[in-house]
Structures are given as C-alpha cells and as structure tokens.
C-alpha cells in the first residue's frame, strides 16, 4: 500500500508553515498545501524554499479570508469588501460556477508565480462537494493544470459516493482510493492512525491521511478553531513509532507527484 500524510493549511501562519516543514523534514509527512490568500503564504514560500521543498499542492480557498480578484468579478461568492462568505454560508446560497473557476484559476496562477511545483488540488473546508456543478470546474482544473485531485468524494457513503466517483474515473482524474480524517475530535492519536491503516491495508493500493500540524499562536487563534491542537498533531506525525508502525505494515511513504506518474 501506498500512503500520502497531507498537511492541510501551508501559509495560514508562519508558525503553522514552520510545523508542517518540521513535519516532512523530520517526521513522516510527506506533503502539503497553500492557502495563497491567507496572511502567511508569501513569507512561508520563502521558509519552505530555504528548507528545500519546492513543490506543493493548493488548498483552494472559497469560505474564509479575501479572494484573489475584486468583489466586482465574482459578486456571488464574496461580499462587498472581497471576503468570502464562510463555510455555511457558502453551502446554502447560490453561486456562479462560472465566476468560481475564475477564482480558483486566479489563486493557482498566482501561486505558480513563486516558482513552485504544483502537485494536486484540493479545498478548505471541503467546498468540492457542495454540487455536481462544482466537482465539474475541479475536473476541468485537474485537466487544465495536468494533476490530480485530492478524492474528497471518497468521505461521502451511498449512492451520491458511488456516481460522483465514476465522474472521476470517466474523466480520468488521478486520486488516492480513500482519504482519511478524523472527523470526531480536533486532533488525530496514534490510535486513530492505526486503525485509518489497518482498514486501508485490507482495501486498497493509495490512500491519504490528512491532518492539521503546526505552531501555535495567538495570530492562528484568531483564524482558526484548529489552533494549539495543531501541536499535538504535530507531535504524532514526528513520533518514531509511528513511524516504525508505518514501516512494520509494509506501507511506502509517497506525495502527490508519485501519484500523477501513474
């Protein structure tokens, strides 16, 4: 089997960027994502940089923080000022899918400014499952930009699981078989993690972990619930046993770019 550990969040702080390059550089995560819009990217880009990480997906932005273009271009998804109606909100009302691809294409063109490899796509907060109409502008993203997508499908159950992931398959988009999160507490145990492994061994080949790592402080109290739990998430992801419980499965580590070879 094969296992990505995706730190969401790159660039939300500095000290939330600082745990995650901590993270892959000493411990068993082995990608990450940028949110471009949030108060930390740009300096962040300059630590992983320096920490010779030079490739990175994008945690697509549409329910917190400023958009990239005016509030003119894009009316139903942002106020008055430019910032983006939250989580809730974003779900309920009504959106352009039009002026939604415009967005999203603007955050990657600007991320692929700073000289950085992008090596997949996925949301903050989930978004790519708000309707079919908005999967469909994440194929074409996929398709345009050549990598693949992060399976948000595979957290749904049923039937709706079942015909968003053959829209996938039929538009040829690279993702892992199944993500998993904890979705009962803030933070993952070691617990949580074995049992993600155990299930994922017995049923699939490529599979993602995601989780919440970082530094705490009191700028990230301010943007985000996940805040001093991050340093217990991060804390797990650089613990040797989990790591030697990783390698007693017979599971390789791999990142994204691993996975658009296929």
Do not use: W
């Not at 471009?36 to 300059?46: D, N, R």
């Amino acid at each position: 089997m094969n296992l990505i550990v995706h730190a969401d969040d790159f660039g939300l702080t500095e000290n939330v960027s600082l745990g995650i390059i901590h993270g892959m550089k000493n411990g068993v995560i082995t990608e990450t994502s940028a949110l471009v819009t949030a108060p930390g990217f740009e300096k962040s880009v300059a630590l992983a940089k320096k920490n010779d990480i030079r490739k990175m997906g994008m945690h697509l932005l549409a329910t917190m923080g400023y958009s990239k273009l005016p509030a003119v271009d894009i009316p139903t998804l942002v106020n008055y000022e430019g910032r983006f109606f939250n989580r809730d909100e974003f779900f309920e009302k009504s959106i352009d899918a039009n002026e939604l691809e415009l967005e999203l294409t603007a955050q990657i063109e600007y991320f692929l400014t700073f000289d950085l490899e992008l090596t997949h796509l996925d949301t903050h907060h989930g978004f790519m499952l708000k309707n079919e109409e908005v999967l469909e502008v994440f194929i074409r993203l996929a398709k345009k930009y050549k990598v693949p997508l992060r399976n948000e499908v595979s957290l749904l159950i049923g039937d709706e699981k079942a015909y968003l992931q053959k829209k996938l398959d039929d538009n040829k988009i690279k993702t892992v078989e199944m993500v998993y999160f904890n979705q009962e507490a803030p933070y993952h145990t070691k617990r949580d993690i074995v049992h993600f492994l155990e299930e994922a061994k017995a049923k699939y080949c490529y599979v993602e972990i995601g989780c919440h790592p970082g530094y705490s402080d009191d700028q990230l109290r301010s943007l985000s619930i996940l805040n001093d739990y991050r340093e217990r998430e991060l804390e797990l992801f650089l613990d040797k046993e989990l790591r030697q419980t990783i390698e007693l499965f017979d599971i390789d580590l791999i990142d994204y770019t691993t996975l658009r070879r296929l």
